[in-house]
């Protein structure tokens, strides 16, 4: 993969901003896509696992807190659920978590200085059963194998 970052005539100054700002609109891109694999390939029984990813800053530890409300309706049961309702709530809950990195600016426009310490990121999913689901779908497993592609593909879309 090739990506044309410098253009001639610029200062170095101006080019070291240019490649800030680039890299930061790849991060963004590629957060954002990831997000959206992530929340199409999720499984839906009751919603609860589709509805409850999220992206954050790597940190010590984690710990899982949500279960499904045992009342939700189940289509292991063959009861009605809204599974693209879920897997959007999902969608935009891990956008919001992107968003509230300050990867733009006040505009919507990406930040040409983007925070150097934001550089290790995770997606996680927040149910207490989501190794389980992940044994049986690997929704993650998937989001690494094809994180490279996603990488690309946000690089060609600048």
Known sequence: MQMRVFTKG????????????????????????????IADTSPVDSG????????ALRSGSFSPNVVRDPSAPRRSKGEAVNAEAAKDFGRKAMK????????????GAIRSLADPDQNNFVFRNNTVYANFVEAEHAV???????????????????
């Open 10 to 37: 610029m200062s170095i100054e101006d080019q070291a901003k240019q490649l800030r700002q680039d890299i930061g609109a790849l991060k963004y891109r590629t957060l954002n896509a990831m997000a959206d694999l």
């Open 48 to 55: 609860t696992y589709a509805k409850n990813h999220e992206v």
């Open 96 to 107: 919001d978590d992107i968003k509230s990195f300050g990867l733009l600016n006040a505009a």
């Open 140 to 158: 993650y497993a998937r989001a690494r194998r094809e994180v490279a592609q996603v990488i690309a593909a946000s690089a060609r879309n600048r």
